[in-house]
């Protein structure tokens, strides 16, 4: 187990000391136990960026589209859309045709709640073209995600409480929402009722979870794709320490264990996933933040590297980016690093295809930036290169268009 071969020698590093991890040579050939590997591919040089927004007041807020260099990590901004009032969450249909982008609004067109755009995307260059607008279902939406068959828009409503399923018709616009709201409070001052903050399937398309914040509860729901329903599980799917605020659930490649990361009290808890019942048992659960930093923090995002190897997550306050090794047995977290994030307010990160590069969006600071991967090691290094965007908040890689 990696635990057990990680040396206590300290080397130094920009940020913080990181330890020397040997084995990890290791596990870039073995990865979690049970993780299938797939085919080797050509990896693109370059990929597309779509970036999600949020300037406060605006009635139109933009989506950005940029060209990434795979290899130097440099942005060229391609074009602007106007996405409605803050766009500031997206997703992109598996075939590429459409994009959708959440207003993250309290009104949207008059009524109250906020609102899902649908646009079309140019097969040329990438370039949006507004198709159609509907409501969420609640207010302040922060989350969108398809199901696998791209049949079904799965959206948080953060204001609202609750969860919506939107269909999604042959021609990429979406039907009206049916929702579920969720009830109950937490100990903390951000607990005041019922937040939900991420909706998304499971690998096998079989469930759904929502992770809500106000009440300390990933609430799991049975996903009928076909039929375009949600129904409830009777018992949480996962109850979390009393004040953990989760935030957002990501899966392992491997589809038996996820990770959840905890916006309140800044923690990453590894869970045991069990995919008969739609249920999750706790592994570990460890901090976010490096030893001895007392200052103050939200946790927000949170992915494993393409290859299963490592986890990062972003820190908002301490302003870093932490890295993880995963403990290729058990599925556990090491800490490895941890990287100043280049900017200020990390909301949302994304690593590309092939692992080579993860791209930060630091919302308060205004700028977008670029970090080389080691894919031996999982380190991040500063490329140096970095875009102005205006209160960026969501960052979508996608295979350049080109032909």
């Given at each position: 187990m990696l635990n057990s071969l990680v040396f206590a020698l300290r080397l130094p590093y920009p940020s913080r000391s990181f330890y020397l991890l040997p084995a990890l040579l290791g596990l870039a050939t073995v990865g979690l136990a049970g993780c299938d590997r797939p085919a080797t591919t050509t990896i693109p040089q370059d990929y597309l960026l779509y970036v999600g927004t949020n300037v406060a007041g605006a009635q139109d807020s933009t989506i950005f589209l940029y060209r990434v260099n795979a290899a130097t990590g440099a942005f060229t901004r391609l074009s602007a859309q106007l996405g409605g009032a803050q766009p500031t969450y997206l997703t992109i249909a598996p075939s590429r045709r459409f994009l959708y982008a959440v207003s993250e609004t309290l009104t949207f067109n008059g009524a109250p709640g906020g609102g899902v755009s649908t646009f079309a995307v140019d097969?040329?260059?990438?370039?949006?073209?507004?198709?159609?607008?509907?409501?969420?279902?609640?207010?302040?939406?922060?989350?969108?995600?398809?199901?696998?068959?791209?049949?079904?828009?799965?959206?948080?409503?953060?204001?609202?409480?609750?969860?919506?399923?939107?269909?999604?018709?042959?021609?990429?616009?979406?039907?009206?929402?049916?929702?579920?709201?969720?009830?109950?409070?937490?100990?903390?001052?951000?607990?005041?009722?019922?937040?939900?903050?991420?909706?998304?399937?499971d690998p096998a398309n079989q469930f759904a979870f929502a992770v809500n914040l106000g009440t300390d509860q990933v609430v799991g729901y049975r996903l009928d794709a076909a039929a375009g329903r949600l129904a409830r599980l009777p018992a949480p799917a996962f109850v979390a320490k009393p004040g953990a605020g989760p935030r957002h659930l990501t899966f392992h490649p491997n589809g038996h264990t996820a990770y959840l990361i905890n916006e309140l009290n800044s923690t990453l808890t590894t869970l045991a996933y069990d995919a008969a019942t739609g249920h999750f048992r706790e592994l570990q659960t460890v901090s976010a933040l490096p030893t001895g930093y007392a200052g103050e923090n939200a946790c927000a995002d949170v992915h494993v590297s393409p290859n299963g190897l490592f986890l990062y997550a972003s820190n908002r306050g301490h302003n870093s980016i932490a890295v993880f090794a995963i403990d290729s047995s058990s599925g556990t977290l090491v800490p490895i690093q941890d990287v100043d994030c280049q900017g200020k307010t990390p909301r949302n990160f994304t690593l590309d295809a092939g692992g080579r590069l993860l791209l930060v969006a630091n919302q308060n600071s205004g700028n977008i930036v670029s970090f080389r991967v080691d894919p031996l090691t999982g380190l991040l290094t500063p490329t140096g290169q970095s875009a102005a965007v205006p209160s960026p908040m969501f960052l979508g890689v996608v295979e350049d268009f080109r032909k």
């Open positions: 097969p040329r260059t990438g370039a949006l073209k507004l198709l159609a607008q509907q409501p969420s279902g609640g207010g302040a939406p922060c989350y969108i995600a398809l199901d696998h068959t791209g049949k079904n828009a799965l959206v948080a409503n953060y204001a609202g409480g609750n969860v919506s399923l939107l269909p999604v018709a042959a021609d990429g616009r979406l039907g009206p929402p049916t929702t579920d709201q969720h009830t109950g409070t937490g100990p903390h001052k951000n607990q005041d009722r019922s937040h939900a903050h991420c909706l998304l399937p």
